[in-house]
């Protein structure tokens, strides 16, 4: 790797003392302190997973800091907007800086070659996050990492929670007791692998169940809250009494459809389901307003992504210690998050 981190000498002067007509000399005793220099690289501020994964990291590397004297943490974040171009200029800018490790949460997964290949000239070790690049760019470098969650995992729990309650409660999904669950999805990006995955096998999770379903209508709402507000609108006057459940492949949309349903008064009419596991949605989940949603700890992948930092930028061990699956992929599990007996 092309350098070492940077070294900050603190000096720290002792209070000088007069014996006897002489100055004792003065007594310097100084401390080092190490600074590691991080990338993080996000699609997107604005969307509310990855910003919550952002803020638990800057919390975790407080609390690591504190509890290892000596060493300095800096990252950098910076913000592509949506603009692959943009992420790739801002990818160069820290590897000109000779950064020690970049954390990239990719704009555009099937595009990850010139980030790879850039660092990879430049020695510094890449950790995708959350958006996952394909399996033969993964593999095209030395040191190239994925940390997230598996999609389809994500999708047969969200199935579950569905399966659960059409088995135990029908009446709380079988509006109008035909025997079957007539839904509408609220999709996200359209290339991401979440949305694919998610989309899905959400479907065949509950044909395996034997969840009798049929789709009234589906949309990208890119994962976010007002388009998913805009669609869910049009759909009450579009299929007037037809949807009994919106499934939603991520919270932020799952929230917007809930708005909107609140709004026109008629949540009782129509189930939301969601995946992430957001305060905000655990919350409404605890007081019986939505379904269920799918906790992905965003506070698990912040500890995930900081323990890259700790093996890669400070101990320099590479990947030695981290516990990864086919060498290159730093999975985290999930848990459902359904609502309690008596408020169903
Ligand atoms: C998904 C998450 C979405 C969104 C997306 C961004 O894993 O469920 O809420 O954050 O990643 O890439």
Redesign the pocket.
Known sequence: MKKKAVYIGMAVLAAGSILWGCQEKEKEAETETREVQIGVAV??EK????SSICEYLGEEIYEYEKSHSGIRIRTEIVDAGGSQQEQNQQIERFVSLEYDLLLV?IVDRTNAAVIIDRASEAGIPLVFF??EPVREDIFRGQEVYYE??D?RQ?ALLQADIIADTFQEKPEVLDKDGDGMIEFAMLE??SN?Q?TLIRSEWVLKGLEERGVPIRKITSATAN?ERSQAKALVDQWIDEYPGEIELIIC????MALGAWEVLEEAKCTDDMQVVG??GVQEVQELVQKGKILGTVL?DTKLHAKALLSFIDAFAVRETKAEGIELEDERYYMIPMDMIVQEDEVQ
């Open positions: 699609y997107n969307d509310a997973f990855i949460n959350n958006r997230g969650s999609a994500s996200g990006e991401h979440d994962w492949n991520n919270d932020d995946i992430d992905c």
